[in-house]
Every structure is written in C-alpha cells, then in structure tokens.
C-alpha cells in the first residue's frame, strides 16, 4: 500500500523559509514521477510542482518559480519541496503525491501558513 | 480563475443519476488525460478516474468519467448520502507544462 506522509509545516513569517519533506513507502519510490499539490484554506487544488524519477525534469506553476525548488532522494525515499521568499498567499495544505501528468496516491498533507 | 471550468454545486437525490462538467481547451482537455478526484472536508483528495474513464481498484462503478473534445464529465449513478462531497477535475497543460484543475463542485445530496 502506498504511504505518504508530509512533515515541516508549521508558521513562518513574510520572506522566510521553509522546508518541507514526504517520506514515502509501500511502493518503488525511485520508479514514480512524484508532485506537489497545495490548497488554500477554503480554496481549491492547485499543482505546484513535479519531479522526474531521476531528479532530472522539474515543471513548477509559474507562480512559485524562483521561490519553490522541488527535489528528491531516491536513497531515503523522500521528496523534498524547500520554500523561500514566503508570501501570504503561498498559505496552504501542503499535499504530496505520486504521478507525473496527474496526482495519483496522495498523502494527508501539512499546513504551512504564512505570517506576521 | 481556474483554467479548467465546473459548476461550483450540483445536487441530487438519493437514487438520482447526477453528472459533473469539465470544461478545458486544446492544450489541456483537448490533448490529454482527464482525471477526476473526490474530496471530504478535512481529508486529502482521492483519485476516482484516471485517463479519462478507468477507475482505480476500490471505486464502486456508480463512478464513470467520459471526454468528448474539450470537455469532460464525471457521472454518479445510483446516488447516495455518502458521494456528498468536493470533485475536482484535472489534465495536463501543454501550454503550461504543468497540471490544471478545474475549481471544485461541492456535490450535496438532498
């Protein structure tokens, strides 16, 4: 069965940083294009960025370009989204998931809010 | 402003056959998969379709997803209190290079 778990939500202030991880099992990690996905309190589901299995190809919603940098390690079964320039806007469940041109199996996700 | 189009609400009763629509263009819907989710307040999103009209092992096949064009639509037959909830449709954008979804129809079951 897959598992996904997300970790390193929590409150941060304007322009600060934030790293979040999703440690993955019950399924080749390293095999599977991986994603994430955010939604805004009371908003819907917005894609934010995915990963080839190598790390290789990265796609990111122009929003978060330069700011959001998805990564991977294959050894630790772990996806990886470090978040810099942090702006009110970019508050939101944090959700990550398998697949490349769309979400499949998704974890419970981790709130990140920012602000002052 | 969400790139793929749905009604915001839909309803039904219980019984009722009730359908969900998806609207996109061609660098989207147009020219790749449809992919449906379901969500309940407070909870994560779950796939219900894949490619357009396959259901993930699980789903019960009062569920059934069709593409015609630029448009898609979810279907719910047999209607009961417990489909009460968000359905987000979603594709590829090949303009954008990124995935795309539709704002979300809360379905209420009357």
């Known amino acids: 069965e897959v598992l996904l778990v997300e970790s390193g939500g929590g409150l941060v202030q304007p322009g600060g940083s934030l790293r979040l991880s999703c440690a993955a099992s019950?399924?080749?990690?390293?095999?599977?294009?991986m994603c994430w996905v955010r939604q805004a309190p009371g908003r819907g589901l917005e894609w934010v960025a995915n990963?080839?299995?190598?790390?290789?190809?990265?796609y990111y919603v122009d929003s978060v370009k330069g700011r959001l940098t998805i990564s991977r390690d294959n050894a630790k079964n772990s996806l990886y989204l470090q978040m810099n320039s942090l702006r009110a806007d970019d508050t939101a469940v944090y959700y990550c998931a398998t697949g490349q041109l769309a979400p499949y199996s998704w974890g419970q996700g981790t709130l990140v809010t920012v602000s002052s | 402003q969400s790139v793929l189009t749905q009604p915001p609400s839909a309803s039904g009763t219980p019984g009722q056959r009730v359908t969900i629509s998806c609207s996109g263009t061609s660098s989207n819907i147009g020219s790749n998969y449809v992919y449906w989710y379901q969500q309940f307040p407070g909870t994560a999103p779950k796939l219900l379709i894949y490619?357009?009209?396959q259901r993930p092992s699980g789903v019960p096949d009062r569920f059934s997803g069709s593409k015609s064009g630029t448009s898609a639509s979810l279907a719910i037959s047999g209607l009961r209190s417990e489909d009460e909830a968000d359905y987000y449709c979603a594709a590829w954008d090949d303009s954008l290079s990124g995935v795309v979804f539709g704002g979300g129809t809360k379905l209420t079951v009357l």
């Open positions: 019950g399924f080749t990690f390293s095999s599977y294009w």
């Open positions: 490619r357009n009209n």
């Open positions: 990963i080839k299995q190598d790390g290789s190809e990265k």
